[in-house]
């Protein structure tokens, strides 16, 4: 791993640089300064009174976190990803021990807040010591040691043979145990055991000693840093991460981008260790739809941004369980849909062993957020036509890179991996590798279109030196990747893949894949969920009447006042609905719209005008009707026409949680709801019952008793329900009542229940909760 102009502690150990906290006498005559921690589990809010001269000795990190200033050396509080690049860019002092807080992981944004991988990676490699870590019981140790045993070791034992094509060859196969042993061995210190890397600090009786003279007390929901008897700093133990940026209402147009049919997305380049570069993710378009590969965490709204809806994407590659490749991975699977999980048994065995570990939550309950797609070596998995070929690569842990096949057209990208023969060699010949992996493992992918090769930091990655040697045509193919821009040697013929849509590497086949239109068309009806799960039947009409369409941005699809006479959905772009004049929603891609005017008979109620290049599909209201006619599908739409007019749209706004729902997710879940008028004083569930409904409070008001006592009153945008025994079907340990007479939308418990499976992001969100404000 390469060296960072970081500042170090003086040595070795752990007497980093003081940092001054103040005069004794500005501490005696400051006021109280209020530190607020949002509680993500119960939705409360954690306010702590310090002396306002202490707020000198620690500051919040960008990514989240907080870094605290002692006289022995900086603590951290709390390590979302990436936040050793906040300390890096910010040029402070390498904490000397860090701190996890009382939640590992933050269920609204799918991230962990123990990221202590790169942080122990940096003490171990480049400052020769060991990660102090502090945790508030041993229990919190064990879960730790669970998932640095899975990212520094990987998974115990062998693949199934069933992860491989029949027939292929032994002698191709990895040895992982031989493998992972060569890279665990370290020259001059032997064979690495966790305790090699990490220190732990256990909180004993609320208290953990971090060095002499500095302590952590857990006091309540609060961890106090204490400095040689003085309190420096007063922070929530549950850390919050910075709320995201919201890109749906932004008055700037998205930028306008039509994705190949093949081709490739850099969305990050880097590695873990560069403070101006994002790590390695990619977008691979294959028949104009992508599937991620290793995404960089925040990938949804970066590209939301930039006019990419989340429903372009359905499918995650997930190469190996790293914290620079995982971390946008978990995200993205707890988003909008379930999404298709592209990788080996082994892998996400792995996976879900340290994401349980991380999040609490059990495995199996994990396991259904996402749809998984076993991927077998040597055998194809079949994608719109194309097919993606996936190999086991040579890294510390297990890896795979994959091949895409589209048309006459290919695209490689390694994911992490030594390609470095004289290296690869010497494991030949001391026995690690088998004679056809070793020989796999040497010839390099320079068949390919285009090439995307890590060239990370040796001993676990690509030496830039090896690819240097590459014929130049094969340079001419190549883009580099784990790797920042300015270790790139100038003379080598070799160049870094440069991110972002405008530099989208385009494969355009000479010829498309055989269905390849019809395959595209059926892709983007199943982003519509009231035609997803439509007859194989119906889908064949849908294909006859459906017609494509371009159009340029200003461009009006449909006019207020006007007859409606198609049902459109939008495949690229974003089109604004615009009514009196006024703007009040934004689709994107796999949105619809059109369907209330058809079913209803009247006239278009609002203009939809393009604001930026669009292409739709069209189909015409008297198709679209006798389509839909007889099925469940036409009776939800009804439903969702009749609620429109009842608010709740607008309504969903002034919920935490239900306000970052996308535009899709938010039709969905209007297709779910019934207005219901509560009387006052009426009883909408109670203690030992089954529940069969949650609420979305309009203009009632409704209070809860519950075993803890008696909860603040709910009002507008309040959802309210016991939603484990909803999901379980258990009796209720609480009781609701309508105090104000008002609207209520109710949720029906297998409606619930359905929107949470399509939803499982949303579903954690909700996960052992009462209420969301």
């Avoid at 000198?56 to 870094?67: C, E, I, S, T, V």
Wanted: charged share 25%; net charge negative.
């Amino acid at each position: 791993m390469e060296d960072q102009p970081l500042r170090a502690g003086s040595s070795p150990g752990f007497e980093g640089t003081s940092a001054s906290l103040g005069s004794a006498e500005a501490l005696e005559q400051a006021a109280s300064h209020l530190v607020c921690a949002h509680d993500t589990g119960s939705s409360q809010v954690t306010v702590v009174s310090v002396p306002a001269a202490t707020v000198d000795a620690w500051q919040p990190l960008p990514r989240g976190g907080y870094y605290v200033r002692t006289s022995a050396g900086a603590v951290q509080i709390g390590m979302p990803p990436e936040t050793i690049k906040d300390v890096m860019r910010l040029g402070l002092d390498v904490p000397i021990a860090y701190v996890l807080p009382r939640e590992l992981f933050d269920r609204r944004r799918g991230l962990s807040v123990a990221e202590f991988e790169f942080p122990a990676y940096y003490s171990f490699f480049l400052l020769k010591r060991r990660c102090r870590l502090v945790v508030l019981s041993p229990e919190y140790e064990r879960r730790v040691r669970t998932v640095f045993r899975e990212t520094l070791f990987g998974p115990e034992g062998e693949p199934l043979p069933s992860e491989f094509a029949e027939g292929y060859p032994e002698s191709r196969r990895p040895s992982f145990r031989r493998e992972s042993e060569y890279f665990r061995t370290v020259p001059g210190k032997g064979r690495l055991s966790i305790d090699d890397l990490i220190e732990f600090v256990v909180a004993e009786d609320g208290v953990a000693e971090v060095v002499p003279g500095i302590q952590v007390a857990v006091r309540d929901d609060v961890l106090v840093v204490r400095d040689h008897g003085r309190d420096v700093a007063a922070l929530g133990a549950t850390v919050t991460l910075p709320a995201r940026t919201s890109t749906m209402d932004d008055d700037e147009a998205p930028p306008s981008f039509m994705p190949p049919s093949f081709g490739v997305t850099v969305l990050g380049a880097s590695h873990g260790f560069d403070p101006s570069g994002k790590t390695t993710g990619f977008l691979l378009w294959m028949g104009g739809r992508a599937i991620l590969v290793d995404p960089p965490t925040d990938t949804t709204e970066y590209l939301r941004a930039r006019g990419v809806a989340p429903k372009t994407i359905d499918g995650v590659i997930l190469t190996h369980c790293h914290a620079d490749h995982d971390a946008g991975t978990f995200q993205k699977l707890l988003e909008e849909g379930q999404v298709n999980l592209y990788t080996t048994p082994h892998i996400l065995g792995s996976f879900l062993r340290k994401y349980s570990a991380l999040s609490g939550l059990s495995e199996d309950l994990l396991r259904r957020t996402f749809r998984f797609h076993p991927v077998r070596i040597g055998a194809p998995v079949h994608v719109r036509g194309g097919e993606l070929w996936f190999r086991y690569t040579l890294h510390s842990i297990p890896t795979i890179g994959v091949e895409a096949f589209y048309g006459n057209r290919s695209i490689s990208i390694s994911a992490d991996t030594l390609y470095d023969p004289e290296r690869v060699t010497a494991m030949y010949e001391q026995g690690i590798l088998d004679r056809a992996r070793y020989e796999d493992l040497v010839a390099f992918p320079e068949h390919h279109s285009a090439i995307l090769h890590e060239a990370g930091i040796p001993p676990l990655h690509t030496p830039v030196s090896a690819l240097a040697t590459l014929p130049d045509e094969v340079k001419e193919r190549l883009y580099l990747v784990h790797i920042a821009s300015k270790d790139v040697p100038p003379d080598s013929g070799l160049r870094a893949a440069r991110e972002g849509l405008e530099y989208t590497i385009r494969v355009e086949p000479q010829h498309a894949p055989r269905f390849g239109e019809a395959i595209e068309m059926l892709d983007i009806f199943s982003m519509v969920d009231f035609l997803r799960d439509l007859p194989m039947s119906r889908s064949r009409d849908l294909l006859q009447v459906a017609t494509r369409m371009m159009l340029p941005a200003g461009e009006k699809v449909v006019t207020q006042g006007t007859r409606g006479d198609s049902f459109y959905i939008i495949v690229h772009g974003t089109v604004e609905i615009v009514k009196d004049g006024v703007p009040i929603k934004r689709y994107r891609a796999g949105d619809y719209f059109g369907e209330m005017a058809i079913l209803l008979d009247q006239p278009r109620s609002a203009d939809a005008v393009c604001i930026s290049d669009v292409e739709l599909v069209a189909i015409d209201r008297n198709d679209f009707l006798a389509i839909l006619r007889g099925s469940e599908m036409l009776t939800r739409l009804e439903r969702l026409v009749r609620i429109r007019d009842e608010g709740a749209w607008e309504l969903l706004s002034h919920n935490s949680v239900l306000s970052w729902l996308t535009s899709a997710q938010k039709t969905q879940l209007q297709m779910y709801l019934l207005p219901h008028r509560a009387a006052a004083d009426e009883l909408l569930w109670d203690v030992g019952q089954t529940p069969d409904r949650a609420y979305l409070v309009d203009d009632a008001v409704v209070t809860m008793k519950c075993p803890e006592g008696d909860l603040k009153p709910f009002a507008c945008g309040a959802f309210v329900g016991e939603v484990d025994a909803l999901r379980s079907g258990a009796p209720s340990s609480s009781s609701a009542r309508v105090t104000r007479a008002g609207k209520l939308f109710a949720i029906e418990r297998a409606d619930l229940v359905r929107f949470f499976e399509d939803n499982p992001g949303v579903y954690l969100s909700f996960l052992g909760v009462r209420f969301i404000e």
